[in-house]
């Protein structure tokens, strides 16, 4: 179950939070949804709920809150608009990096995608799907790690009729097995069709918090809404003559001077004010969510409201004669309305609210979902039942076959009844922190086309500048291979390995695919050193590329001469290694500081732009004393004792961070990785 507790957001200037001291339950095996027309806070507070957003208050989910769950994915399923993922990506590719990154088999993806029904479309692009399919799949995602808590903002905003009755019964069917559904909506009437438990906000705070039933009863039937400064005395008038006129009218009297008059009209109201000579200020029909006002529980607790159930669902009784008995509650509430009730032998309510009444009887309560850890060799669980289909204790059905009021769900529908299982139970085998990280990371560079189409255009580049630059002359010949001209401040490899390195972390802001299951990651920097290993693993590829081309076309073009390998090649290649990773590093690391690419991108550039001028002054600047001799008494204090010779690669590393374009490359690279692990460190400590 799910349990909110004082929910409040951090206010913004001078305006009020925008959710304020929100509190409810929701409780295993029942669909609780969150009504309130735009603005009313039910996206914020899912938000808090999800620890997306900074504010105040707890929620515990099955006694625990979000960041104390070691696996949050495994527990919660959310989903929060459109699926954020990469427009290029397919859909299979999308829910086999999500497997990758949550640790569940890929093979998963496969069998969530029979699920939803979206076997046919698996390769299809994310930016192709229509409205209808990109909800499909934002529920295969939350359903990916077989959760036992939905959480859905506005899922069926958009859909068709079919497409909603789809989701409704999935949601039922989840629920069924026991778990716990939380949806928000802004449809008063869905509510109550498809939901056991509706909370009601209005301006960020809690105005009801009532079963399905109840909600129908006293918020969805038609009614005539009057204000007057007479109301008791017009509430006695009305229940009067329809007592005697053998008519079915309820009064129920709200805060202030107001009454809300079911089963009656505007006319009759009216004419009754009239001949009594009672003022009346205001005087309509009104069907719908009535505000705050309304409520029968706005100023109670929840458990005071579950308390009452029983009572109000007594309030209907059905005469011998077939006509309907509105009897008042025998529980006496301190501080709510009171209600005023004539009977008689016509209909008690309209057929409207016959349909919302029934529509939300209440659900029986039903088999919790058993949820273990399958060990190797051990049989996995099966489901028990289909998704349209509901489990029922003998007692419970005899119950239910004995009311004359079912829930929608529950009737009989060829779709409801054609859906496909649940997703059967998974195995999560835990693995070593970055074995997951690098998984994701290697699905999620191969998913798209951009890092194979930035490797080509790199290549060409390269090649095309080194034939230039051999026809024009006065070119070395490290820089000839390395296609890099004199007054471009990095040669075209550098860049792309910095654009590879921006876009590993700049995609991940651009398209959050991770973001509504924060965690799925087992440590943020697991999925650092995931992202340098195989930016570096991309980066010596690409440069490796870059030689091998630039040099084979220096070949084909002017022969022998200029693709000779010069004698210094290991220095050269040990050089030219460096500064493509240590440009692809710096890509990484200032797009993962600043959530994005082009802020990455451009921290590579400012290296030889910006860093490498200062480190010149520095090093070429005037002093008291030089280091004369230091590189020699380095050598032999530290490097006698290598084996292998192993000194000789140790100085060349020395002698390539000593040169300027090293150097600054070294201290952008520090103080980049100091800077994202201080901000890291920080946010885990707040």
Not at 212 to 217: E, G, L, Q, T, Y
Not at 528 to 548: D, E, I, N, P, Q
Request: charged share 20%; glycine share 10%; aromatic share 4%.
């Amino acid at each position: 179950m799910i349990q909110a507790i004082g929910l409040t957001s951090d206010p913004r200037k001078d305006l009020p939070p925008a959710v304020d001291d929100v509190s409810f339950e929701a409780r295993a095996g029942r669909v609780t949804a969150l009504l309130g027309g735009p603005g009313a806070g039910k996206t914020t507070v899912l938000r808090l709920m999800l620890e997306l957003q900074r504010g105040r208050g707890v929620t515990y989910f099955r006694g625990r809150p979000l960041h104390r769950i070691a696996h949050p994915s495994r527990e919660v399923g959310v989903l929060l608009g459109d699926v954020p993922g990469h427009p290029a990506r397919t859909v299979r590719g999308h829910l086999r990096m999500l497997c990758a990154a949550a640790g569940v088999p890929a093979r998963r993806a496969d069998e969530v995608l029979e699920v939803v029904g979206l076997v046919s479309l698996r390769d299809e692009r994310l930016s192709t799907l229509s409205r209808g399919m990109d909800r499909r799949l934002g529920l295969a995602c939350a359903l990916l790690t077989d959760p036992h808590t939905l959480v859905l903002d506005d899922p069926t905003s958009g859909l068709s009729t079919r497409e909603k009755r789809w989701m409704h019964g999935m949601l039922r069917a989840h629920v069924a097995h026991g778990g716990t559904v939380l949806l928000t909506t802004p449809d008063p009437k869905e509510a109550a069709r498809t939901a056991d438990q509706v909370v009601t906000l209005e301006r960020g705070r809690v105005v009801a918090d009532q079963e399905a039933a109840d909600f129908a009863r006293t918020r969805l039937r038609p009614r005539v809404a009057v204000r007057t400064p007479h109301a008791p005395r017009l509430a006695t008038l009305l229940t009067k003559e329809a007592r005697a006129t053998h008519r079915s009218v309820e009064v129920v009297r709200e805060s202030g001077n107001r009454l809300s008059v079911y089963g009656s009209t505007c006319a009759d109201v009216g004419e009754t004010a009239f001949r009594n000579g009672i003022p009346v200020h205001q005087l309509a029909d009104e069907v719908g969510d009535m505000g705050p006002r309304a409520s029968t529980t706005a100023d109670r607790s929840a458990d005071e409201a579950r308390a009452d159930v029983a009572p109000q669902r007594k309030a209907a009784v059905s005469r011998p004669d077939g006509s309907r008995e509105q009897a008042a509650p025998t529980r006496a509430r301190s501080g709510g309305p009171t209600r005023t009730t004539g009977t008689g032998t016509g209909t008690a309510t309209s057929s409207a609210t016959e349909s919302a009444t029934s529509s939300t009887a209440s659900a029986p309560v039903r088999k919790r979902r058993q949820r273990s850890v399958t060990a190797p060799g051990t049989e996995a669980r099966t489901p028990q039942a289909r998704s349209g289909d509901r489990q029922r204790t003998e007692p419970e059905a005899e119950a239910s076959d004995t009311t004359p009021r079912r829930r929608a769900a529950d009737a009989p529908s060829a779709e409801l009844d054609a859906l496909p299982e649940l997703p059967p139970p998974i195995s999560v085998r835990p693995a070593p922190s970055p074995l997951r990280p690098l998984r994701y990371e290697l699905r999620r560079a191969a998913g798209v086309g951009t890092g194979f189409v930035t490797c080509g255009a790199v290549l060409l580049v390269s090649a095309v500048t080194a034939v230039l630059l051999a026809r024009v002359g006065h070119t070395p010949r490290p820089r000839l291979m390395a296609g890099w001209p004199q007054q471009l401040p990095l040669p075209p490899a550098a860049l792309g390995a910095g654009l590879l390195g921006a876009l590993a972390f700049g995609d991940e802001f651009r398209h959050p695919a991770l973001a509504a299951d924060r965690g799925t990651v087992p440590r943020r920097l697991g999925l650092l050193a995931a992202k340098l290993l195989v930016t570096t693993a991309t980066a010596l590829l690409l440069a490796v590329l870059t030689l091998g081309c630039d040099i084979e076309m220096l070949y084909l073009v002017y022969g022998r001469e200029l693709a000779e390998v010069p004698s210094d090649w290991l220095s050269l290649t040990a050089s030219w290694f460096g500064l493509v990773v240590g440009c692809a590093w710096a890509g990484v690391l200032a797009a993962g500081l600043f959530r994005s690419t082009t802020a990455g991108l451009a921290a590579v550039v400012a290296v030889p732009v910006a860093v490498v001028p200062v480190v010149h002054k520095i090093v070429e600047g005037p002093s008291v004393r030089t280091a004369a001799g230091f590189p020699l008494r380095i050598r032999e204090l530290l490097l006698n004792q290598w084996p292998f010779g192993g000194e000789r690669y140790v100085e060349a590393a020395a002698r390539l961070i000593a040169q300027p374009v090293g150097g600054a490359l070294t201290l952008s690279l520090a103080a980049l990785l100091g800077a994202f692990l201080f901000t890291t460190l920080r946010g885990k400590v707040r």
